[in-house]
């Protein structure tokens, strides 16, 4: 080969090419000629409106999902099956904790609850294993109402976030109370005059109890629902959830007077007279058990110039300032009752004051219309009032009874009593089967099954049923979330007592006497016009405050007291205010999930989970090998003798030391004496 050609060059197709590596890319290369190709949209195609679409899907990951335009909230779960009838609830178990019970034991005690909740008996296999499962079933219900309270506690904001609406609603019809009440009463100061113990430092020092005897129904006048089956329909619920504001400041007809004169002045020959309406009773009985109740009202006690005897009448309590389960409880039923009086909702029986009884004729919803023609159209926003609500319907049942204190052989005293009610429901045309009481309850903590009546709503129930002489009362329980129907709820005298005995220790009889003790006291008071407070700074007293002329450092103005403060949940939430969940209520949680009340869920297969017992471990002792033992060799006696002869030897050299050195201490101690 000459070594003057050129060096070759390799094919003229390669040549002036770039690098491999340009070639050596990745096909996805932002670079690559190909993708950019493939990838590329013709701004046609990409109209404006497609943009938009896609704007709309790139929301959820920003999340920024559409919001419901009812509530203005984010679903929690964009599908739901509607045609299964399910809560979507479930008992939370983030740390997977299970039941010591298998499925068939859960569900055995859980039918033996469901046929005493229900009235039914009890299947005799299903009774042996309630039985035998006892004692684990009583250790599982402290564990979960303890994991339930630690999870109340951490997550009590998101709980109870569901209230706010609710306390919306009610600072409303709080403004609309005040006013009222700013319109009937002036703008007088205050000072206080004296104060009264509550009910329980009333105690009397001989041991006595009170009884409700002699109830009569006197008189009862305005419009009573017939209601022969108790059951809140599903569709009501829906209907106040969204509505919820409409219907409750919505204004009810003022109910008849029934409280005569004359009757009070034909009482007042025998004795002193009490007019305690159902609120001012529960007032005085309740006090100070929860922030959410009422605190003031007015007393006027009045003395008789024939026979000198007082007529003390209480007035309805004011509204409560702070929010709470109360005060949900309260919104929710003046919702309802203005909900079922709109036409065609429920069936209703007029009562006259002279007892006559006639059934309301069923008025059809479109015989009402709202438009006039001739008026100018003028649209109005859905969260207005509108006329086509009706004013709610009510009535008021005047009752007298005996409250009579036995003490210590024959002693006891009677209090002539008048007080005033509603009566919720009849079940039957005659009206002479009234239910006892019915309330709704907002279940707080859905998922993990019905909590416990407060005190307030048994003591409530109670004297409820004991004026009605009614032998049935009703509480229908729903969700605070979503106004879910959990459970209806049948109330009796003796099941009242048993759970006021229970969870809170208290004793009607007892509660009663101190009523009696309390009343005593209050007959010591002067004649005059008075407002009962209670301030969380005097616990255990009443303050009785009068009409004062000057206004001093001490006293304070009546609409000045109902306008301070806007009633909000801050102290409520900020309490550690708790209510334990029924071990004993089936609701429709424990009957989907097939879960036994206050407790953990069973595992899947069908077993139970067995407890680890904690043993402190014992260390095991170290092996050793065995030692053969010498045997001992016996002295002779010459040997013990002269082992003993050396002891005393010894002894004597020992206590002949002590002495010379105690000597010689003594010797040192004097020269240092003769030396000073």
Same mark, same amino acid.
């Given at each position: 080969?000459?070594?003057?050609?050129?060096?070759?060059?390799?094919?003229?197709?390669?040549?002036?090419?770039?690098? +491999?590596?340009?070639?050596?890319?990745?096909?996805?290369?932002?670079?690559?000629?190909? +993708?950019?190709?493939?990838?590329?949209?013709?701004?046609?195609?990409?109209?404006?409106?497609?943009?938009?679409?896609?704007?709309?899907?790139?929301?959820?990951?920003?999340?920024?999902?559409?919001?419901?335009?009812?509530?203005?909230?984010?679903?929690?779960?964009?599908?739901?099956?509607?045609?299964?009838?399910?809560?979507?609830?479930?008992?939370?178990?983030?740390?997977?904790?299970?039941?010591?019970?298998?499925?068939?034991?859960?569900?055995?005690?859980?039918?033996?609850?469901?046929?005493?909740?229900?009235?039914?008996?009890?299947?005799?296999?299903?009774?042996?294993?309630?039985?035998?499962?006892?004692?684990?079933?009583?250790?599982?219900?402290?564990?979960?109402?303890?994991?339930?309270?630690?999870?109340?506690?951490?997550?009590?904001?998101?709980?109870?976030?569901?209230?706010?609406?609710?306390?919306?609603?009610?600072?409303?019809?709080?403004?609309?109370?005040?006013?009222?009440?700013?319109?009937?009463?002036?703008?007088?100061?205050?000072?206080?005059?004296?104060?009264?113990?509550?009910?329980?430092?009333?105690?009397?020092?001989?041991?006595?109890?009170?009884?409700?005897?002699?109830?009569?129904?006197?008189?009862?006048?305005?419009?009573?629902?017939?209601?022969?089956?108790?059951?809140?329909?599903?569709?009501?619920?829906?209907?106040?959830?969204?509505?919820?504001?409409?219907?409750?400041?919505?204004?009810?007809?003022?109910?008849?007077?029934?409280?005569?004169?004359?009757?009070?002045?034909?009482?007042?020959?025998?004795?002193?007279?009490?007019?305690?309406?159902?609120?001012?009773?529960?007032?005085?009985?309740?006090?100070?058990? +929860?922030?959410?109740?009422?605190?003031?009202?007015?007393?006027?006690?009045?003395?008789?110039?024939?026979?000198?005897?007082?007529?003390?009448?209480?007035?309805?309590?004011?509204?409560?300032?702070?929010?709470?389960?109360?005060?949900?409880?309260?919104?929710?039923?003046?919702?309802?009752?203005? +909900?079922?009086?709109?036409?065609?909702?429920?069936?209703?029986?007029?009562?006259?004051?002279?007892?006559?009884?006639?059934?309301?004729?069923?008025?059809?919803?479109?015989?009402?219309?709202?438009?006039?023609?001739?008026?100018?159209?003028?649209?109005?926003? #859905?969260?207005?009032?509108?006329?086509?609500?009706?004013?709610?319907?009510?009535?008021?049942?005047?009752?007298?009874?005996?409250?009579?204190?036995?003490?210590?052989?024959?002693?006891?005293?009677?209090?002539?009593?008048?007080?005033?009610?509603?009566?919720?429901?009849?079940?039957?045309?005659?009206?002479?089967?009234?239910?006892?009481?019915?309330?709704?309850?907002?279940?707080?903590?859905?998922?993990?099954?019905?909590?416990?009546?407060?005190?307030?709503?048994?003591?409530?129930?109670?004297?409820?049923?004991?004026? %009605?002489?009614?032998?049935?009362?009703?509480?229908?329980? #729903?969700?605070?979330?979503?106004?879910?129907?959990?459970?209806?709820?049948?109330?009796?005298?003796?099941?009242?007592?048993?759970?006021?005995?229970?969870?809170?220790?208290?004793?009607?009889?007892? %509660?009663?006497?101190?009523?009696?003790?309390?009343?005593?006291?209050?007959?010591?008071?002067?004649?005059?016009?008075?407002?009962?407070?209670?301030?969380?700074?005097?616990?255990?007293?009443?303050?009785?405050?009068?009409?004062?002329?000057?206004?001093?450092?001490?006293?304070?103005?009546?609409?000045?007291?109902?306008?301070?403060?806007?009633?909000?949940?801050?102290?409520?939430?900020?309490?550690?205010?708790?209510?334990?969940?029924?071990?004993?209520?089936?609701?429709?949680?424990?009957?989907?999930?097939?879960?036994?009340?206050?407790?953990?869920?069973?595992?899947?297969?069908?077993?139970?989970?067995?407890?680890?017992?904690?043993?402190?471990?014992?260390?095991?002792?170290?092996?050793?090998?065995?030692?053969?033992?010498?045997?001992?060799?016996?002295?002779?006696?010459?040997?013990?003798?002269?082992?003993?002869?050396?002891?005393?030897?010894?002894?004597?050299?020992?206590?002949?030391?002590?002495?010379?050195?105690?000597?010689?201490?003594?010797?040192?101690?004097?020269?240092?004496?003769?030396?000073?």
């Amino acid at each position: 080969m000459d070594k003057d050609a050129a060096l070759y060059e390799g094919n003229v197709l390669f040549r002036n090419q770039p690098s +491999y590596k340009v070639f050596n890319k990745s096909f996805e290369h932002v670079d690559d000629a190909l +993708y950019t190709l493939l990838n590329e949209v013709e701004p046609d195609v990409l109209r404006m409106e497609l943009q938009e679409t896609g704007d709309v899907f790139k929301s959820f990951n920003r999340n920024t999902a559409l919001r419901d335009p009812r509530n203005n909230e984010v679903p929690a779960k964009p599908i739901r099956d509607h045609t299964i009838a399910s809560s979507l609830y479930s008992f939370p178990n983030p740390l997977e904790q299970y039941s010591e019970l298998n499925l068939k034991q859960q569900a055995a005690c859980m039918r033996v609850l469901l046929a005493w909740q229900r009235s039914q008996p009890v299947d005799e296999q299903d009774f042996v294993v309630w039985k035998a499962t006892e004692k684990k079933r009583c250790n599982e219900q402290q564990r979960v109402q303890k994991y339930i309270h630690d999870y109340e506690l951490g997550r009590k904001e998101v709980i109870y976030a569901p209230m706010k609406s609710l306390v919306a609603v009610y600072r409303k019809w709080y403004e609309l109370g005040v006013k009222k009440l700013q319109q009937t009463h002036p703008n007088d100061s205050y000072m206080t005059f004296s104060g009264l113990p509550q009910l329980p430092q009333c105690k009397s020092l001989n041991s006595q109890t009170a009884s409700i005897e002699q109830v009569e129904l006197e008189r009862y006048a305005g419009r009573v629902r017939l209601w022969p089956e108790v059951e809140v329909r599903h569709e009501a619920l829906r209907t106040l959830r969204l509505r919820l504001d409409r219907y409750v400041t919505r204004e009810s007809r003022e109910p008849v007077q029934l409280l005569r004169e004359e009757d009070k002045e034909l009482e007042l020959e025998a004795g002193n007279v009490f007019v305690l309406p159902l609120d001012s009773l529960l007032m005085l009985l309740t006090t100070g058990s +929860y922030i959410d109740l009422p605190t003031e009202m007015f007393v006027s006690l009045r003395e008789s110039p024939n026979s000198k005897h007082k007529c003390m009448e209480f007035q309805k309590p004011f509204p409560a300032r702070n929010c709470g389960w109360h005060t949900n409880s309260l919104i929710l039923k003046l919702a309802y009752g203005a +909900y079922i009086s709109q036409p065609g909702q429920a069936k209703w029986l007029d009562f006259n004051i002279n007892g006559e009884v006639k059934e309301v004729p069923d008025e059809s919803p479109c015989d009402k219309s709202s438009i006039d023609l001739q008026m100018v159209y003028k649209p109005r926003a #859905i969260d207005q009032q509108s006329s086509d609500i009706v004013d709610g319907n009510c009535n008021s049942a005047l009752v007298s009874w005996t409250l009579r204190s036995k003490g210590e052989g024959d002693e006891c005293s009677d209090f002539q009593i008048f007080s005033t009610l509603s009566i919720p429901a009849v079940k039957d045309s005659n009206g002479k089967e009234p239910l006892g009481c019915h309330f709704i309850k907002l279940e707080n903590k859905p998922d993990c099954g019905c909590e416990i009546m407060s005190k307030y709503e048994l003591i409530s129930a109670w004297v409820q049923l004991k004026l %009605l002489r009614a032998e049935m009362g009703h509480c229908t329980r #729903i969700s605070l979330r979503d106004f879910e129907p959990m459970l209806e709820e049948k109330l009796t005298l003796m099941s009242l007592e048993q759970q006021l005995h229970d969870y809170y220790n208290t004793s009607m009889p007892q %509660l009663l006497s101190n009523l009696c003790e309390f009343l005593k006291l209050l007959d010591t008071v002067p004649a005059g016009d008075y407002l009962l407070r209670y301030s969380p700074k005097y616990k255990d007293k009443f303050l009785l405050c009068i009409v004062t002329k000057e206004a001093t450092p001490q006293s304070f103005q009546l609409h000045q007291l109902l306008t301070e403060s806007t009633p909000s949940d801050q102290a409520f939430l900020t309490q550690s205010s708790y209510l334990p969940i029924s071990p004993t209520l089936c609701g429709h949680l424990h009957e989907e999930l097939q879960l036994l009340p206050c407790a953990f869920t069973a595992k899947a297969n069908g077993r139970s989970v067995q407890r680890r017992k904690v043993v402190a471990t014992i260390p095991e002792p170290s092996r050793q090998a065995p030692v053969r033992r010498q045997p001992l060799k016996k002295w002779s006696e010459t040997q013990t003798r002269e082992f003993r002869r050396r002891c005393k030897a010894d002894q004597k050299k020992r206590a002949r030391a002590r002495k010379v050195a105690a000597a010689n201490e003594e010797k040192i101690e004097l020269d240092k004496i003769m030396t000073l």
